[in-house]
């Protein structure tokens, strides 16, 4: 009675946990169910895909407290097993498992083919013997042997028989038989013989042979042999109970002597109860299998725990023994935090408890440990088989590990996992029995350099260039080229905007260094347009169309600045009317000048308007006489300066132009842009008109007023 007062107090508390704020019980979402040519898709059991969490709540709250049963299976006689897989030897360097498998995709290469399928099948039967062996070592004798032994083999297309690992199956029953081991298999879920989808029964039939086929190769005898049973769940009711158990009737009877033999029925925990097919099992001759813990979530007219389906026992273990079949049951628990009837369905990683079955039953764990499960549950219950092993202790190599260590804590399957496998190198040994070194294929740079100052060589290794090269690589190397001095730049080559800026500075350069040698050297820009000139067109008509023409002004302002400097060197051949026009307009303007002397900077101000006229000749004469005085000490000043300004241009030409200047010519001379006669002012000036109004003032920053515009040397 303690185990029942344990339970209800257990179910209490979770039903009042579930009207705690914050828990919100989920449905689950509906599955989709395969539905591929040749598998068994319509497996659709009214679960509670379809029920709201509502409904699922207030199933959970009016749920009876479970009734269990004190009785214990003790002492053990019986063979407690586990399902398919062994996590220990799972997890070593080269795994032992019987699960190989692979892609559809894959038999339809070429390089594979069935081939590949046929070859893991013979792997897993033979890792077979493999489990067997490790498990007597520790007195496990009961083992569920996978259904994925042999991939594809009651496929539709590719199905194949089993001969090629008939060997292997062989030696595996003959070592089961020598230990006293029980070997079962369970199809899956889609083998179900009371589908209404007739392609989904063609399937069951061909799975079921091939699992018959599977335990009949082991060559197993006598009882080893009516012990190898498989096992399949009657499926979804499909709307109709009635219907589906008399197509299951119908199917049944089309199946193989062989099938028949080893086909057991069991109960689920979404639609069939005990009590729904123990009737069809006593009339068709089939043993039925317990499952104690689907049995607690579908109890069907029963309450829920172990005390009240103990009455059908003797009914269920009679199924067994009128066909000389040792009898078994399933035992699982759910987890620890599942409440909803979905959650229960999932299995704990281990259990703790032993249902109130026969002491000699065989018993298989349904748990997600496997053998660790059955480990656990011997050391709970201080069973004399199986033997515990001993704790798997962290070592660098799973081959060094003990003979006798094989179990892990719950939580604790991190020592399953092997440190990363370093390779070693493959040696060679030539003859003489000396190591051969190998040379890598390729070589990295250090590794060259470090060869050539070995040799002797000492020469550095370059890297190959790269094929494009930057912007500011092309402007580095064509500011190199006119640093020494060579006649033209490749601006061709030069595409950014800060490039042809830079080759337009120095043209602009040249022309001024050609205007102050008194227009002997012609800039590039007249040199090209010269030779673009028709024969029988003089310049002075060329220059006039080039003026009259807006596009052409557009285009090449910066030519047409070079050609106005040079019409105004020789002032006797202008003859356009643009020129004549601005001269008019300079004679009318006679400006009040005074001179602003600023250190570093020379500033030029000028001012539009007219001015009166001067009242005599002589004022005009002594105004100019002291003009001339002021621009003359202006011109010593910007003698001194000459040194800095030209250590700010990066093109060489224009040093060479100032180095063949003549000794003679003065400073004064060389800025003379409108006749010797008359020296251009070059310090800054500040020009009112009679109204004392102010103008903009534009700055020059070199001596030569080679980025003045036309009109402004014109008005000077």
Not at 37 to 54: Q, T
Not at 531 to 556: I, N
Not at 701 to 712: G, V
Request: hydrophobic share 30%; with cysteine.
């Amino acid at each position: 009675m303690l185990h029942l007062v344990n339970r209800a107090k257990g179910s209490t508390h979770l039903g009042r946990s579930l009207l705690q704020p914050g828990i919100v019980i989920m449905a689950r979402k509906k599955s989709k169910v395969a539905s591929r040519e040749g598998s068994p898709g319509d497996y659709s059991p009214s679960d509670e895909s379809d029920v709201s969490p509502k409904a699922q709540l207030e199933e959970v709250v009016s749920r009876l407290p479970p009734l269990n049963s004190e009785s214990r299976p003790l002492p053990w006689k019986g063979r407690l097993g586990y399902a398919c897989l062994n996590t220990v030897l799972r997890a070593l360097r080269e795994p032992v498992f019987c699960s190989r498998t692979c892609r559809i995709d894959t038999i339809k290469k070429e390089e594979f083919g069935m081939k590949h399928v046929l070859e893991l099948g013979r792997k897993n039967a033979a890792d077979l013997s493999g489990l067997i062996a490790w498990n007597e070592k520790f007195g496990i004798k009961f083992l569920r042997v996978s259904s994925e032994m042999f991939p594809f083999a009651s496929h539709a297309e590719y199905g194949y028989h089993l001969q090629h690992a008939a060997a292997e199956l062989k030696a595996a029953g003959a070592l089961a038989m020598q230990y006293g081991h029980r070997l079962t298999t369970h199809p899956g879920q889609f083998t179900q013989l009371a589908s209404p989808n007739k392609k989904v029964v063609e399937a069951s039939f061909r799975d079921l042979e091939y699992h018959a086929e599977l335990l009949t190769t082991l060559g197993l005898k006598d009882q080893s042999d009516r012990d190898a049973i498989m096992i399949i769940h009657m499926g979804g009711m499909f709307g109709d109970k009635e219907a589906t158990l008399a197509r299951f009737h119908e199917n049944y009877a089309k199946l193989s002597d062989g099938v028949k033999r080893r086909l057991v029925l069991e109960n689920d925990d979404v639609s069939w109860t005990v009590q729904d097919l123990l009737p069809t099992c006593q009339k068709l001759n089939i043993p039925l299998v317990l499952d104690w813990h689907h049995q607690n979530i579908m109890p069907g007219s029963l309450r829920e725990g172990t005390l009240e389906i103990l009455d059908y026992i003797p009914a269920i273990t009679e199924t067994w023994t009128r066909k000389g079949i040792t009898p078994k049951q399933h035992y699982s628990e759910a987890r620890d935090a599942a409440v909803t009837n979905y959650e229960r369905r999932k299995h704990s990683a281990r259990v703790r408890n032993l249902p109130p079955c026969a002491n000699n039953m065989d018993l298989m764990i349904e748990a997600k440990d496997k053998e660790q499960a059955v480990f656990e549950l011997a050391k709970l219950w201080n069973l004399t088989a199986p033997r515990v092993p001993d704790p798997i202790q962290p070592v660098s190599d799973p081959a060094d590990r003990g003979e006798f260590e094989g179990y892990w804590p719950e939580g604790d399957e991190q020592r399953l996992k092997p440190p990363p496998l370093r390779r070693k190198k493959k040696v060679e040994i030539d003859e003489n029995g000396e190591e051969v070194k190998t040379k890598p294929t390729r070589k990295t740079k250090v590794q060259k350099q470090d060869e050539a100052a070995e040799e002797g060589k000492g020469e550095e290794i370059k890297s190959k260039p790269s094929r494009r090269k930057t912007k500011v690589q092309k402007q580095d190397e064509n500011a190199v080229d006119g640093i020494h001095g060579e006649d033209e730049i490749n601006s061709e080559n030069i595409k950014s905007k800060p490039s042809r800026r830079k080759i337009v500075s120095q043209k602009q350069d040249e022309t001024a260094a050609d205007e102050v040698n008194g227009g002997e050297k012609k800039s590039k820009t007249v040199m090209r347009k010269a030779k673009a000139k028709k024969p029988d067109e003089t310049a002075e008509e060329v220059k006039v169309k080039d003026v009259k023409s807006e596009p052409a002004r557009k285009k090449r302002v910066l030519q047409n600045q070079d050609e106005t400097a040079a019409e105004e060197v020789n002032s006797e051949q202008l003859n356009s009317k643009p020129t004549r026009r601005k001269l008019k307009a300079q004679q009318d303007e006679i400006p009040t000048e005074e001179v602003i002397d600023e250190p570093g900077l020379v500033k030029t101000a000028m001012v539009k308007g007219k001015e009166k006229k001067a009242s005599s000749a002589n004022d005009r004469k002594a105004d100019e006489e002291k003009m001339a005085g002021k621009i003359a000490t202006e011109v010593n000043a910007l003698d001194q300066q000459e040194g800095i300004i030209s250590k700010k241009r990066k093109v060489g030409k224009m040093v060479d132009n100032e180095e063949t200047t003549p000794a003679g010519d003065t400073a004064s001379s060389r800025l003379s842009l409108t006749g010797p006669e008359e020296p251009t002012p070059v310090a800054s000036v500040k020009r009112t008109d009679t109204t004392g109004s102010r103008r903009r003032v534009s700055k020059v920053e070199e001596a030569p007023l080679k980025r003045q515009s036309a009109r402004q040397r014109v008005r000077h």
